[in-house]
């Protein structure tokens, strides 16, 4: 096409003739393009994912996903070297499709079982279920457990820690910088821990989602949307009476809330899943070890507000926007229990405190701006060995 | 947060063969689990299998025996005399042709195995003589891949089918005749021998050789039950499917059916690769054994023997009462993963 006649159309008939061509292309290609090449020498590669296990009394039921390239078509299964009547799965599972898969079996309590799904050109895929627990049901009662969990584990802590505000207050603005960077190393450390979560997770889910990159993906995407919701509460603020560019103390303390309180959605999660399978030790040792752990949480939320008198309503929300969301956790953990949409919550929490490490940054500066300085480096060393220790508590 | 030792220790246990097995269900126990788990039971199926009611394969899938061209029922009874001539010197002249060939075959209801066949069956026909006769094997191999067959017996080393001894290696295409006498009375099996051996053998390749002695055993109902198995993902590390004649679980639905007090002969043949051991049991009975068929006295009255990799022997009984009586490999693994069946007696 002539150059002078493409500048005198409008553009939106370049835009359709450039998405027809792109279309038409794609159309042949896949018609013509696909005979043009051999067939795959190798024998089907047939893969399952299994995302979710669900046990009642006689009856394993496992929801499998096809996370392989090929369609796969499951014949029997067998049980711990025994073959066992099943139901679903009739079809072959295309890809990325899934299917369920109720299984007679009489399993005991507590026992390990392995699955062995053999599928029609003769291949087994094995799943193993390290304890059979009877599911708990999505009842009044598992969500009530679940909110109490979610409380003991992410509200009370968070609070606790807030309960330092007046004598943070005592305390000189050099003080306050230290603890920003103990608040910096704490969020640090929290951030590893829960990527390395992710990409654990994220292994288990089989990867048809992409794996481990859904770890990044979530942290990437929380974190260009809450720099987006920064730079819109500052341009609120700056229009408003606040005119400092700076992260202001009370937005900073709701950032850095939003931040954990995500990340505490992870920890939810986890606790929520281990629940589910029957691993998680409920009882003092669960509660005190997160309360120790998550203290410091609270503590990190109130570091920016020792100049400021927020009210008892104001903070009462911060630790529930930190802490809340632990609930929400615990029950996607245990009612959903999917691998793939865990690491990928984790990653969020993640991009999460990686946004607020940034926003935290620039308070870390000392009078002669600079960031390096032993008291800051001390303070943000300190954070992440109190991380360390205090979650050597934590069993899950 | 990291995941419990638990989960870690479990794990290891988890991957050990053979957990936790489940009983048999003898015919009291079905009655009673009919009663308590039909309502976790996927499907009506009132048959043996599901749940507590012992292994199944998925209710209602069944093999298409007639696609695989032979049936487990069949092959039971079904006797290859061959065809006879009488030599010169009055001796009798027995001589079959067997073929080597490639087939995909529906081991278990929606599995497909690429088998190697004798007579495009698994197992190969049971070939049946008698003592001091001439025998002649045409072996034409159909197959792709290299093949012999060794017959267990007393022959000549060039008769012995195995690879540089004779005529060695039968290439695709070509064919050999086997010729020896038939000794000694007992029973035997034959096998290709070409390497790797376990793979030919696991893929199909035998059957079951049978020399009668000179005088007839007692008139009995007689049958061949060649215990073997199939190692569908071709790992040589055991097998996910065992059977006997064939079909893994096939006498579950389709008994084996004796009459009352008529004496029972089971020409009893172990051929599973992969595995050490095999084992026969059968309920509600006992029977006399003859290991290897060579003697005419049993060597034992018992309910339940072992069988190395090769190993075969005459089991004799009678059944006294009527109804339906499982048998099956006491290695009960191998049961619950497709080694049992059933008799019925009938009047």
Not at chain 2, 259 to 268: K, N, S
């Amino acid at each position: 096409m002539d150059s002078r006649v493409a500048a005198r159309l409008p553009v939106w008939v370049l835009a359709v003739a450039a998405v027809t061509i792109v279309a038409a292309v794609l159309i042949i290609l896949a018609i013509v393009g696909g005979r043009t090449l051999p067939e795959r020498t190798g024998p089907p590669v047939e893969q399952l994912t299994v995302e979710r296990t669900v046990l009642t009394p006689g009856i394993i039921e496992l929801a499998v996903r096809n996370t392989g390239p090929d369609p796969v078509q499951v014949a029997q299964v067998f049980v711990n070297d025994a073959y066992v009547d099943l139901t679903g799965g009739d079809a072959p599972i295309g890809r990325l499709a899934s299917a369920t898969l109720r299984l007679s079996y009489p399993w005991q309590d507590g026992q390990p079982y392995l699955v062995s799904i053999l599928t029609s050109t003769g291949a087994v895929i094995e799943h193993e279920i390290p304890a059979a627990v009877l599911t708990p049901q999505a009842d009044g009662g598992f969500f009530a457990l679940m909110a109490l969990l979610g409380t003991y584990v992410g509200i009370v802590p968070v609070i606790l820690g807030m309960a330092l505000l007046p004598l943070l207050r005592r305390t000189s603005v050099r003080v306050v910088r230290v603890l920003l960077a103990l608040t910096v190393g704490l969020l640090a450390f929290l951030a590893l821990d829960a990527a390395l979560e992710g990409f654990e997770l994220a292994d288990r889910s089989g990867g048809a989602f992409g794996g481990t990159a859904l770890v990044v993906l979530g942290a990437g995407l929380a974190f260009l949307l809450l720099t987006a919701v920064d730079r819109y509460l500052r341009g609120r603020a700056r229009s408003g009476v606040d005119g400092s560019a700076g992260p202001s103390g009370p937005r900073l303390a709701l950032m850095i809330a939003i931040g954990i309180g995500l990340h505490n959605l992870g920890e939810g999660l986890a606790i929520g899943s281990a629940y589910a399978v029957g691993e998680l030790a409920l009882g003092a040792a669960l509660v005190v070890g997160f309360a120790l752990h998550n203290t410091s949480e609270g503590l990190a939320i109130v570091a920016p507000l020792t100049q400021r008198r927020p009210s008892l309503l104001a903070l009462g929300g911060l630790g529930l926007v930190a802490g809340a969301p632990a609930i929400l956790g615990a029950v996607i953990g245990a009612a959903v229990d999917n691998a793939a949409l865990s690491a990928l919550l984790l990653g969020v929490g993640v991009g999460a405190i990686t946004q607020v490490i940034v926003q935290i940054a620039p308070n870390l500066r000392d009078e002669a701006g600079k960031l390096r300085n032993p008291a800051t480096l001390g303070g943000i060393a300190a954070g992440v060995l109190i991380m360390y220790l205090t979650g050597l508590f934590v069993i899950i | 947060m990291a995941a419990a030792s638990r989960r870690a220790f479990l794990a290891g246990g988890a991957s050990l063969l053979g957990g936790a097995g489940i009983a048999l269900g003898a015919d009291p126990m079905r009655t009673l689990a009919n009663e308590h788990g039909s309502d976790h039971t996927p499907g009506s199926d009132t048959a043996h299998g599901g749940g507590v009611n012992g292994p199944t394969f998925r209710k209602g899938s069944t093999v298409d025996h007639r696609a695989n061209g032979f049936h487990p029922g069949e092959i039971l009874r079904d006797f290859d005399y061959g065809t006879t001539s009488t030599m010169p010197d009055g001796r009798v002249l027995r001589e079959w042709d067997i073929f080597a060939g490639d087939r995909e075959i529906e081991v278990t209801p929606g599995v497909r195995f690429p088998a190697w066949t004798f007579n495009a069956r698994i197992p190969g026909p049971t070939l049946r003589c008698r003592e001091g006769e001439r025998l002649r094997v045409r072996f034409v191999n159909g197959s792709a891949h290299p093949h012999t067959m060794h017959f267990h017996g007393i022959h000549p080393a060039d008769m012995d089918g195995v690879p540089g001894v004779g005529p060695g290696v039968i290439e695709p295409g070509a064919n050999v005749t086997y010729e020896f006498d038939a000794e000694p009375f007992g029973l035997h099996l034959y096998h290709c021998h070409v390497g790797p051996l376990a793979e030919h053998i696991a893929r199909g390749m035998y059957g079951t050789f049978i020399v009668d002695p000179p005088q007839d055993r007692p008139s009995a109902d007689e049958m061949v039950m060649v215990m073997h198995g199939y190692n569908t993902t071709f790992d040589a590390e055991g097998n996910q499917l065992y059977a006997v004649n064939g079909i893994p679980f096939h006498y579950m639905h389709e008994p084996v059916r004796v009459r009352r007090g008529e004496l029972v002969r089971i020409y009893l043949v172990n051929i599973l690769e992969y595995d050490p051991i095999n084992s026969f049991h059968i309920h509600g009975n006992f029977f006399d054994y003859y290991p290897t068929g060579t003697r005419l006295e049993p060597t034992e009255f018992t309910d339940t023997v072992i069988q190395a990799q090769g190993q075969r022997g005459i089991c004799e009984l009678r059944f006294p009462y009527l109804g339906q009586y499982m048998f099956h490999a006491h290695k009960t693994e191998f049961a619950e993963l497709g080694w049992m069946g059933f008799f019925e007696v009938t009047e």
